[in-house]
């Protein structure tokens, strides 16, 4: 009441001061709009404005009393307005997860998650956030949050846990999780590429090769990616049957596809488990038939690095490829080698010299010069030794540079 009776003095004060001022001269307002004319003292006009006022304010007065739709209540704008900073809030808090500052990020965006309209956006961004920083507790919190707030099921919620635990190094947990998400949903390729990662991680071979046709429906990974993961699985497969016998090597090797029984990897890994298990005949069928299919230098050599079990076996084994081709430098070389492994030392010298005579590549003289100086050097002929380390060493790609050296004899 004191409030209105101030309001009513003044207005009183204000329209008594404003007779006063136009008694001398009332003033004149004249209106014209689309040829209509309203002609008035300004005494007349400024009345009409302060009641159409007054309405306005008692028309607002009386809404705000009896409020028919609820609009005019303080708590409504309080309510409207705090949501409005809360999604300033969170965008703020999205752009700094964004920029790595994941403290500030993640106080936000939790601070602010049940002030907008989605609350679960809020809670899986601080999950990221609090993980970013190594905060544990912080991310299963917001999880959780997230969890409850969802409507339906929460597989990407579970999938995004579990990839924050194999990054976490919980690998045993991810993947209990993960094998139970493809269960639900086995066409996710989250999901599956997530599984994926874990079984290379956990060299777990067998869960890799249950994936991989899943992997290949819903086209996960890249083609090439594909064909190496299998190759590995391959490699595992024929690893662990050379350690239980030659049926179960050959039953490997039969079960692979036309594509990995010519990748060469996996031929010299098969026929490495061949010569350790002394299958003579399979060794020299398929290293035969490999190279009558096609003749693969690169798989030759890498059969001097074989450390075989039965060196004599590989032997007889190359020889035989020597009928048909008695001059090619790499088997010879890889003859030599052989040899060694055999403690034949003459016939892995006579092999080298035939290899170095043979040679067209400065690569390969360099190699083979390597091989007869370290075994002239075992042999006391130090001079020899010398000699064809020079000549290794003329052959590098890159000569060594002129540096000044000790005397001889120094």
């Known amino acids: 009441m004191t409030r209105l009776f101030i309001i009513l003095l003044v207005a009183l004060v204000l329209g008594a001061a404003l007779a006063l001022f136009l008694a001398d001269d009332p003033g004149y307002v004249q209106v014209v709009f689309h040829g209509w ?5 300004l005494g007349a006009v400024l009345l009409l404005l302060i ?9 607002i007065w009386l809404l705000r009393l009896f409020n028919p739709l609820k609009l005019f209540s303080p708590k409504l704008w309080q309510r409207l307005s705090a949501r409005r900073n809360a999604v300033q809030a969170s965008n703020e808090g999205l752009r700094l997860l964004l920029l790595g500052h994941w403290q500030n990020a993640y ?18 961004a601080a999950a990221l956030a609090a993980h970013e920083r190594g905060d544990r507790l912080g991310r299963n919190f917001c999880l959780e949050r997230a969890e409850k707030r969802t409507e339906g099921d929460n597989y990407g919620i579970r999938s995004l846990r579990a990839w924050c635990e194999a990054r976490d190094g919980e690998l045993e947990n991810a993947m209990a999780q993960l094998l139970a998400l ?6 996710s390729p989250f999901i599956l590429r997530q599984i994926k990662d874990c079984c290379l991680r956990l060299g777990d071979w067998e869960g890799l090769d249950e994936v991989l046709p899943l992997l290949e429906k819903h086209q996960v990974v890249p083609a090439a990616e594909l064909a190496e993961l299998r190759n590995s699985v391959a490699r595992h497969h024929l690893l662990r049957a050379g350690t239980e016998g030659i049926e179960p090597l050959r039953l490997a090797w039969q079960d692979m596809s036309k594509a990995q029984k010519q990748d060469q990897d996996l031929a010299t890994l098969y026929l490495q488990q061949l010569v350790k298990n002394e299958a003579d005949v399979d060794a020299q069928a398929l290293l035969s038939r490999q190279l009558k299919q096609h ?5 030759v050599a890498s059969l001097g690095y074989l450390p075989s079990e039965n060196p004599q076996q590989l032997l007889l084994i190359l020889e035989e490829q020597l009928k048909s081709r008695p001059n090619n430098p790499v088997l010879l070389l890889t003859l030599g080698r052989v040899c060694l492994r055999n403690q034949l030392w003459e016939k892995a010298r006579e092999y080298f010299e035939h290899a170095l005579r043979m040679s067209d590549s400065g690569q390969l003289t360099a190699e083979i010069s390597g091989e007869l100086a370290r075994l002239a050097l075992h042999q006391g002929e130090g001079a020899l030794a010398l000699e064809h380390y020079q000549c290794a060493m003329q052959l ?15």
């Open 37 to 41: 004319s309203l002609e008035s003292t």
């Open 51 to 59: 009641v159409l006022l007054v309405l306005v304010i008692g028309g």
């Open 107 to 124: 106080k936000l965006l939790v601070e602010n998650a049940e002030r907008v309209e989605n609350p679960m956006v809020n809670y899986l």
């Open 182 to 187: 493809k269960r639900l949903v086995p066409d």
């Open 295 to 299: 003749w693969d230098n690169a798989l």
């Open 396 to 410: 590098l790609p890159h000569a060594l540079p002129d540096l000044p050296l000790p005397a001889r004899g120094r």
